[in-house]
């Protein structure tokens, strides 16, 4: 059983410029979570994915973006970078909607904006 | 009041003692409390959950959880250096459905030989 891949790990951008993460669920898992993670914060909730359509979402702007695809695998699209999107963002998949069973994060993507 | 809340540290205890990390929640409607561990430049691991009160033990980590006191904490016995990382504190809150974690800010502990 494969657990969660993102790619890439790390990327550098500049600002104004849009970046797209991916990330690749467990086998077997039908939703994604996407959080980002800046210094010295925890990680918040930035949407959720369930077979497809959007499950949720916290405090970001439409500048945020996602997409989850029939194989359960997502996207996070963010378009006119600014310096404080630089922060950590992971990815969870988990079965079902709920999280009151927890999930595990990949290994997560580190971007900078310069 | 924040949603969840942690002491930021940094907890400095010597090899062998016994670690306390605290958390406290707002919302009282939430059923599971999760702890991970994130070593510096890693993503959060996952190492204890909760759902009842009272105490759980895994291992070296023990979870204890007061529902009427909105309080869940980590004990760590027998602290060792690799123990040193944050611990984050998350809930999923009723509200939206327990669709999401709220993390705390996390805890740094630092186990010192």
């Known amino acids: 059983e494969t657990g969660v891949t993102q790619s890439p790990t790390h990327l550098i951008k500049t600002r104004g410029q849009q970046v797209t993460l991916r990330c690749s669920s467990q086998s077997g898992h039908n939703t994604v979570s996407w959080y980002q993670q800046a210094l010295g914060q925890g990680p918040q909730f930035i949407f959720q994915y369930y077979r497809e359509e959007e499950n949720g979402r916290g405090n970001f702007p439409p500048r945020f973006s996602g997409l989850q695809f029939p194989n359960y695998s997502s996207e996070l699209n963010v378009n006119a970078l600014e310096l404080d999107d630089s922060a950590l963002y992971l990815c969870a998949s988990s079965t079902g909607q709920s999280t009151n069973y927890g999930y595990t994060f990949g290994s997560g993507t580190r971007l900078t904006v310069v | 009041q924040k949603e969840v809340e942690q002491n930021s540290g940094p907890l400095s205890v010597p090899e062998g003692a016994i670690a306390s990390l605290n958390c406290t929640y707002s919302d009282r409607g939430s059923q599971s409390f999760f702890w991970y561990r994130q070593y510096s430049g890693k993503s959060p691991e996952l190492i204890m959950f909760?759902?009842?009160?009272g105490d759980k033990e895994d291992g070296r980590f023990t979870a204890q959880l007061n529902k009427a006191s909105q309080y869940v904490s980590l004990l760590i016995r027998d602290s060792q250096p690799s123990d040193s990382a944050t611990y984050l504190c998350a809930v999923p809150p009723r509200s939206g459905g327990y669709n999401k974690l709220i993390f705390g800010a996390g805890t740094r502990l630092a186990v010192h030989p």
């Open positions: 909760i759902y009842s009160n």
